[in-house]
């Protein structure tokens, strides 16, 4: 059964600085890693797909890694803003239905202004 | 629309009234998926339809829950005879099989 880690579970850090959040996952027959932020009562907003056979995605500010092979995605958020506070998280697709999807617990940022 | 449209996006009920959710996914999106978030917990997966069936029902908490998709569309989560534990965010997504997964805004429903 496939299980997705994110470590840390909560990081804080001043504005302006560039931070790596972490997600591990058991099985590396997966079909793609989606990252997510979801705000406080809110939804999860995508924010990255990256495909079995890609190694990263960009999106402004935001870049995310896959290392299929070692269970291991990154998410890079350079110079970071306040806005950038809320929780990420990263679910993995390795096929089939639900039994398929897994998510991570998530890592709870807060960029101190 | 463009995106997962959730509606109510407020639910306040009375213990033991029956509530029904309503998600209407992006078009064309062949899969739906239905998760509780607790205050501060991670997602609970409650049920997975893949168009109008739903081969995934084992995240459902107790017979009270139930849900339909028709057309390939608009689903709704029915819950009965709501208790207090089943206050929570109901959150809805949809996808291309493989795709990239949208969510709506969620339902936050409150049980008195």
């Known amino acids: 059964k496939q299980e997705v880690t994110q470590i840390p579970a909560a990081l804080s850090v001043p504005e302006g600085e560039n931070l790596v959040l972490n997600c591990s996952f058991t099985?590396?027959?997966?079909?793609?890693l989606q990252w997510f932020r979801q705000d406080p009562g809110k939804g999860l907003t995508s924010l990255l797909l990256?495909?079995?056979?890609?190694r990263e995605q960009t999106s402004g500010r935001l870049n995310a890694s896959l290392d299929k092979s070692s269970g291991r995605s990154t998410l890079y958020i350079a110079a970071s803003q306040p806005g950038d506070s809320a929780t990420y998280l990263c679910a993995v697709y390795s096929g089939g239905g639900a039994d398929g999807l897994t998510f991570g617990k998530g890592t709870h940022l807060i960029i101190q202004p | 629309g463009a995106g997962v449209s959730q509606s109510p996006s407020n639910k306040v009920t009375e213990k033991g009234k029956d509530v029904e959710l309503r998600c209407d996914p992006i078009?064309?999106?062949?899969?739906l998926y239905w998760y509780r978030q607790s205050l501060g917990q991670g997602l609970e997966f409650l049920i997975y339809f893949q168009g109008n069936s739903a081969p995934d029902k084992s995240g459902l908490p107790s017979d009270r829950f139930s849900a339909e998709r028709t057309g390939g569309s608009v689903s709704t989560l029915t819950i009965q005879r709501t208790q207090q534990e089943d206050s929570a965010v109901y959150l809805c997504?949809?996808?291309?099989?493989?795709?990239?997964?949208?969510f709506g805004n969620g339902t936050r429903l409150t049980v008195t």
């Open positions: 099985d590396s027959a997966i079909y793609n």
């Open positions: 990256i495909q079995s056979s890609q």
């Open positions: 997504a949809s996808s291309q099989t493989g795709g990239p997964l949208h």
């Open positions: 078009s064309g999106h062949t899969a």
